[in-house]
């Protein structure tokens, strides 16, 4: 019999600019037992992502908006406490879209199945899950790296990045990417096996950055940031060169858009193809993804980081700090004990 209560996030108010706390609310209820065809799930690990941002305005998207009032939906893995569900077995391990709280009930249609013994099951939330399935599909569907091209990364300590940049190795590209901060930096280099990283943060002059670490152009630009960053990379891309367009994060909190630089002529003199994309646009692929992933991790061929926040008391301000830039790798929220 289903006892107890619950903390949910809500949103209390669309953000103008930058999100800060005062646009969530967290309220507690009472847990609702469980009908037939439904579990009860006990959450352990939340996904922070920059995606939510988007979510929390009502301008129209590839997303149906966050409602005031009502809860944050994000990535969450959890636990089945108590199943009414034949295809879910209480002890279980599941993945799912799911509200920001404590305990979530499910009649079984937006979860999956998770196998501890595959990986731990927090990377069904980054490497295992959207934002890696982000990086292959965009990568390799869009981007189509061949062996002895360049590579460039922005957003490249993320928990997209760092897997576009990995499996970009693993096609024989050079890589380079680009990040905020040394420490950033040198986790690229140092552990992932990018060939440079930059600092757009320190660097005076991020054009010329680049044309040193790129001595023979740019050949795939996978782009998370938009902006500045994204002005510098263009104006370097080589012949037939491809831009995949996965997030612009730089311009996610600005009330205004800024004014750039045209781009058209550049795509056009160079037959440069530029496209962005959703990862659900894949979604019938997921499967290759997920086993190709899959043998790569456990051949050693990726690595991964989790930035892992303790607390359902510090979600909100682990999704602030993704715009503060704070982690390297994925953001996680671990809200319970497995």
């Avoid at 646009?23 to 939510?52: A, C, H, Q, T, W």
């Avoid at 040394?182 to 140092?190: G, I, N, P, V």
């Avoid at 190709?292 to 682990?318: P, S």
Wanted: aromatic share 8%; proline share 4%; net charge negative.
């Amino acid at each position: 019999m289903t006892v107890g209560t619950s903390r949910k996030i809500l949103l209390a108010n669309r953000p103008k600019g930058m999100p800060n706390e005062s646009n969530f609310k967290i309220i507690e209820e009472r847990i609702p037992e469980i009908k037939s065809g439904e579990v009860l799930i006990k959450s352990l690990y939340i996904s922070v992502d920059p995606y939510m941002r988007g979510r929390m305005s009502d301008a129209k998207s590839y997303a149906q908006p966050y409602k005031v009032g009502e809860p944050f939906v994000g990535g969450i893995v959890g636990k089945i406490v108590e199943s009414k569900n034949d295809k879910y077995q209480e002890g279980g391990y599941i993945e799912g879209r799911l509200d920001w709280a404590e305990f979530n009930v499910s009649d079984g249609s937006n979860i999956r199945r998770l196998d501890p013994e595959l990986a731990p099951i927090s990377t069904s939330l980054h490497v295992l899950g959207m934002p890696g399935l982000t990086a292959y599909f965009g990568l390799l569907h869009i981007g189509q790296p061949k062996e002895g091209e360049t590579v460039v990364v922005s957003g490249a300590s993320g928990a997209v990045g760092t897997i576009v940049g990995q499996i970009a190795k693993l096609k024989g590209c050079r890589v380079v990417g680009i990040a905020g901060g040394e420490e950033k930096c040198a986790f690229l280099t140092d552990e992932l096996g990018f060939d440079a990283a930059i600092n757009y943060k320190s660097t005076s002059n991020l054009r010329e950055a680049l044309k040193e670490a790129c001595p023979n152009g740019v050949d795939v630009y996978f782009d998370n940031v938009g902006g500045d960053v994204s002005d510098a990379v263009l104006t370097l891309i080589n012949f037939q060169a491809r831009i995949v367009i996965c997030g612009q994060i730089s311009q996610y909190n600005l009330e205004k858009p800024e004014l750039g630089p045209r781009v058209a002529g550049q795509l056009l003199t160079k037959s440069a193809l530029m496209k962005g994309f959703i990862v659900s646009d894949y979604a019938p692929h997921n499967k290759e993804g997920l086993t190709q992933l899959t043998k790569w991790i456990k051949d050693g061929h990726i690595q991964y980081r989790e930035n892992m926040v303790e607390g359902f008391e510090n979600a909100v301000d682990a999704f602030l700090g993704l715009f503060r830039g704070d982690n390297i790798g994925k953001q996680l929220v671990k809200i319970a004990d497995e």
